[in-house]
């Protein structure tokens, strides 16, 4: 049976994880997060312990785990073969960011949430898409409420051309626009491409000066579609860590090191419920969608999630965030735990 290590406080870590000190900041680089002094037996400690049990006891499969707290990580570990510098491709969890640069594109000017989608591609107008998308605005690419009664990313990346905007335009929408949430991994490619279309750059290049370099990610990547746009909705790979610095961004309303990086106008606007979601699995699911963020069960917490359990959980009230990810289909499951045994000592 493979040994965890689980850290609770500033000592060396997992494996040959070095630490220095950093203007008195115990830390990996200087880049990294914080690592707080919490005492061994502190709830939060034992909260952990608890949380962690209950993890092996569920049997799920779990691959790394981060708390932040007050802005400082309380606990942290990685089960083997995992090690905190491995990057994960976190799914849907991509959406997050994805959003992320449309919000800071807005901040720039050079979008705004109620344009209509086809005015950024001109040269895809024809009668029939006017018809089909005409009334389609970047709201409803956010919210998910393009309209489709079905999920249309299978026939999108199935494109014998390669050209997933035009089969994305050429998809039929059945309902106004919205009026209904359908989960749309297709709706976020097109976000990713409007924010190409408006820059001239990858969503991924976009936000390396704007997001990315500010917050210490070094090393991201992002699939492309086969004409060069990043995925959007899917293929970001990221270390844990990474995950927690996203999310304490989101938790600060846009400040990072006092600097501020994205307008809290816009983190309040992308993170609560604009549409509901009665028919999606599990309970956490169905309390309403953002700007591709989940509001949770919780009073306040919102999360970013991916496929196979990634998560990047924010807590305001409990001025905390979780970081998880996971080769886990029990995604429930994993958030029943969260909220039975870390909520209540945060």
């Given at each position: 049976?493979h ?23 115990v830390?990996?680089t200087t ?22 049990e ?13 708390l ?34 449309v ?12 344009d ?62 919205g ?13 990713s ?5 408006v ?42 860590e ?9 938790l ?28 999606e ?12 963020f989940?509001?949770?069960q ?15 959980i ?33």
């Amino acid at each position: 049976m493979h040994q965890i290590v689980v850290v609770v406080h500033a000592q060396p870590c997992y494996h040959e994880r070095k630490w220095q000190e950093v203007g008195g900041i115990v830390s990996m680089t200087t880049a990294a997060l914080p690592r707080s002094k919490v005492k061994d037996q502190s709830r939060v400690a034992l909260s952990v312990e608890s949380f962690l049990e209950a993890v092996r006891r569920e049997e799920l499969n779990l691959q790394s785990f981060m708390l932040l707290h007050h802005g400082e990580v309380a606990a942290e570990t990685w089960w083997p073969p995992y090690q905190p510098n491995d990057q994960y491709h976190v799914f849907s969890l991509s959406k997050s960011f994805c959003s992320t640069a449309v919000g800071l594109a807005a901040q720039e000017g050079l979008l705004s949430v109620d344009d209509l989608v086809l005015d950024y591609f001109p040269s895809y107008r024809t009668p029939d898409i006017e018809r089909n998308m005409g009334e389609l605005r970047i709201r409803h690419l956010l919210t998910m409420s393009t309209g489709h009664t079905q999920d249309p990313t299978g026939a999108i990346r199935n494109a014998a051309d390669g050209d997933w905007v035009r089969a994305f335009f050429e998809s039929p929408i059945e309902a106004a626009p919205g009026s209904l949430f359908v989960y749309n991994s297709g709706a976020t490619y097109m976000l990713s491409a409007i924010v190409q279309a408006v820059t001239g750059q990858t969503t991924l290049e976009y936000l390396q000066p704007r997001l990315l370099k500010p917050l210490g990610i070094e090393q991201a990547t992002w699939e492309m579609c086969p004409r060069g746009i990043n995925t959007g909705g899917w293929g970001l790979r990221v270390t844990t860590e990474d995950i927690a610095k996203f999310g304490l961004l989101y938790l600060r309303k846009g400040l990072w090191q006092g600097q501020r990086l994205i307008s809290e106008a816009w983190i309040e606007a992308a993170t609560v419920a604009h549409i509901p979601t009665p028919t999606e699995n599990g309970i956490d699911k169905r309390q309403g969608y953002g700007y591709q963020f989940w509001r949770c069960q919780p009073n306040g917490v919102y999360c970013g999630r991916g496929m196979k359990g990634q998560f990047c959980i924010v807590l305001p009230e409990q001025d905390a965030v979780i970081a998880i990810t996971s080769d886990e289909n029990r995604m429930q499951l994993i958030l029943d735990q969260v909220w039975e045994h870390l909520l209540p000592a945060l």
